[in-house]
Nanobody, 118 residues
Framework: QVELVESGGGLVQPGGSLRLSCVAS????????MGWYRQAAGKERELVAR???????AYADSVKSRFTISRDNPKNTVYLQMNSLNPEDTAVYYC????????????WGKGTLVTVSS
């Protein structure tokens, strides 16, 4: 059974930095991509960053140049380095692994809360 566990969330001041980690237990076959999503209070969930099996990355316009996604495939781990945080980044951040099966299978963590406030 596969389980994703996020860590690294917490309270930070505006302009500060934080690194999120997500590790998957067990083995996930045919991983196509790993990513981070977030959902702020009263808003819909949105894609923050994604990294494919080939190593290409994509970022939401709102976080580009501030956030960096990376991975450690042997450890089934994905990271999100967040710099220059602002209050608009406050949200619950969710880890996602996508397996290219028939049909496509998405695995989700339970989320970690990031609060940016002075």
């Amino acid at each position: 059974q596969v389980e994703l566990v996020e860590s690294g969330g917490g309270l930070v001041q505006p302009g500060g930095s934080l690194r999120l980690s997500c590790v998957a237990s067990g083995t996930i076959f045919s991983i196509n991509a790993m990513g981070w999503y977030r959902q702020a209070a009263g808003k819909e969930r949105e894609l923050v960053a994604r990294i494919t099996s080939g190593g290409s990355t994509a970022y939401a316009d709102s976080v580009k140049s501030r956030f960096t996604i990376s991975r450690d495939n042997p450890k089934n781990t994905v990271y999100l380095q967040m710099n220059s945080l602002n209050p608009e980044d406050t949200a619950v951040y969710y880890c996602n692994f996508r397996a290219m099966l028939s049909p496509v299978m998405d695995y989700w963590g339970k989320g970690t809360l990031v609060t940016v406030s002075s």
